[in-house]
């Protein structure tokens, strides 16, 4: 992975089709997704005031957006008092490289992490490995997609395109190699799987020295960090080890600690359709002989000033990383979130990635057209992103090009390959409808010449009907049905129009 992106990833459309062919992978993901959904559906129904929470949700968060460095100033100052050592990091190199001299300054070579997005999105296990440092997932389904060499496909469950049989077979085969080997005999079963990976791991949370977490949110009044997880592996994580490193992404403050009210009632149900968290740790700082001794904390930038400044694109920056609408998504439900190329599948996905690392790749330019618009996401999401919004957005500037800021620098776009045709199309189009007499004349053309149509488009357009079946072009234009029906013309009102409506 470089960057945020894993290498050799193909364009969107390219990597879906060959995950639409997998028949086991669609019926992972879709058993799991549509049981979720169903799940969120039920405990969202329990509120009656969720509505209202959603508009409170989306209010911080824009609030704390628009004022972002004064809380961040806040914060620091916060997290320093409390005992905590604050460092700021403008990239994902940054970020790694101050990761990796804190472990090495303790005399360590492996650490314990709980499942942190900003971690994964910069890369950090493999830069680690690098300077011979070994990184442990502990999260299951993380532990599940280390084991495996594979990469994460959710943002709640990396490893929803893994059924049980698989699961069994890789501890089976893999779990030696990392440190306690799976149990004789081990099936299948839920429990089975469940208590192989908690032994496997509860050597490794009693000998590590140093963590690694993330956080959901950052609290600037407090300076407390906050995790919210299921299984206690967290728990473990930020408890046990000696010294605790975090990294975690600018976007996360929100102000004060009564905002947290808000999103501890959104947040699980939307994400795990639970009414709280299992496990909720808070941490502000260091506290004699209770926690790590030495906490630091690194703010990952990495492309989130830049978004800051779009102000259609910003709203991404809301996200709670709930994965709500990923499980809604009718395109990830059939594609995968491999085919992302990214650690944020779905539709989040699809405006944050191209945002935070740039259109310049073919993937990244891609993304945006990653989706039918369908609307769904912004149903379900408890921050009220308008995601079809953005991405209409960002494909407007995939199309057009443009100036846009990347790491404080002003970059301009050229506009993108291949859609030449789509613009003349657009254009023809445009000359067409702003001139009625050619309108009608294409149309009667149309109509008349409807048998000898062909049934894909020629040319760049083959792409486009590969997937789609072309509209039958009807016998008669609709305003010579209008004028043969009604006895007037379409662009006036003459004739009787009471007896229904006619289209």
């Known amino acids: 992975m470089s960057g945020g992106t894993f290498v050799g990833m193909p364009a969107f459309p390219e990597a879906a089709r060959e995950a639409v062919r997998d028949e086991t992978l669609r019926a992972n993901l879709r058993h799991a997704t549509h049981t979720i959904r169903d799940k969120r559906a039920k405990a969202v129904a329990e509120l009656a005031d969720w509505a209202e929470l959603r508009e409170a949700g989306r209010r911080i968060k824009d609030h704390t957006l628009r004022h972002l460095d004064r809380y961040l100033v806040q914060l620091e100052e916060s997290v320093t008092r409390a005992g905590g050592t604050v460092h700021w990091a403008a990239d994902a190199d940054e970020a790694n490289r101050i990761v990796a001299d804190l472990v090495v300054a303790t005399g360590e070579r492996e650490v314990v992490k709980v499942k942190s997005m900003a971690t994964q999105e910069i890369g950090l296990n493999e830069a680690l490995e690098a300077q011979g440092i070994r990184a442990y997932e502990t999260d299951l389904a993380e532990l599940i997609v280390q084991l495996g060499e594979d990469r994460p496909s959710h943002i709640l469950v990396p490893a929803i395109h893994r059924n049980r049989g698989e699961i069994r077979d890789i501890f089976r085969e893999k779990m030696a190699d990392w440190g306690r080997p799976a149990p004789q005999g081990l099936t299948d079963t839920p429990a089975e799987l469940a208590e192989a990976a908690r032994l496997h791991l509860r050597e490794k949370f009693l000998r590590a020295k140093v963590g690694v977490s993330g956080a959901n949110f950052m609290v600037a009044e407090t300076g407390t960090l906050v995790v919210v997880e299921s299984e206690g592996n967290g728990r473990m994580c930020l408890t046990l080890p000696e010294t605790l490193i975090s990294v975690v992404g600018i976007e996360k403050t929100i102000p004060t600690w009564r905002d947290l009210e808000v999103f501890l009632q959104t947040l699980p149900r939307s994400a795990t ?37 779009d102000q259609v694109g910003r709203q991404a920056l809301r996200c709670i990383r709930c994965s709500a609408c990923l499980n809604v998504c009718p395109v990830y439900e059939r594609a995968g979130g491999h085919a992302y190329g990214s650690v944020y599948p779905g539709p989040i996905g699809a405006i944050l990635s191209p945002q935070l690392r740039g259109t310049g790749s073919e993937i990244d330019a891609s993304l945006p057209y990653a989706s039918s618009l369908c609307g769904a996401c912004y149903e379900v999401c408890p921050v009220a992103i308008d995601i079809p919004e953005v991405l209409v957005h960002l494909r407007e500037r995939v199309v057009q090009g ?12 050229k506009p993108a390959k291949g859609h030449a045709a789509e613009r003349a199309a657009m254009r023809a189009a ?17 109509s008349r010449t409807r048998r000898f149509h062909p049934r894909t488009l020629p040319g760049p357009g083959r792409a486009w009907s590969a997937t789609r079946e072309l509209p039958k072009v009807p016998p008669e234009p609709f305003r010579d049905w209008w004028q043969r029906t009604r006895g007037g013309t379409s662009e006036g009102t ?6 229904g409506n006619a289209g």
Not at 282 to 295: L, S, Y
Not at 430 to 445: D, E
């Open 273 to 309: 359709a639970e009414r709280m968290n299992p496990y909720t740790s808070m941490w502000t700082g260091t506290t004699d002989q209770d926690g790590p001794r030495t906490f630091h904390l690194v703010l990952l930038d990495n492309g989130r000033t830049d978004t800051l400044a």
């Open 402 to 413: 443009g100036e846009v800021t990347r790491r404080g620098v002003k970059v301009t776009l």
């Open 430 to 446: 445009g000359m067409a409808f702003a001139r009625p007499g050619v309108l009608r004349l294409g149309q009667r053309l149309a």
């Open 494 to 499: 003459t004739g009787d129009t009471t007896e």
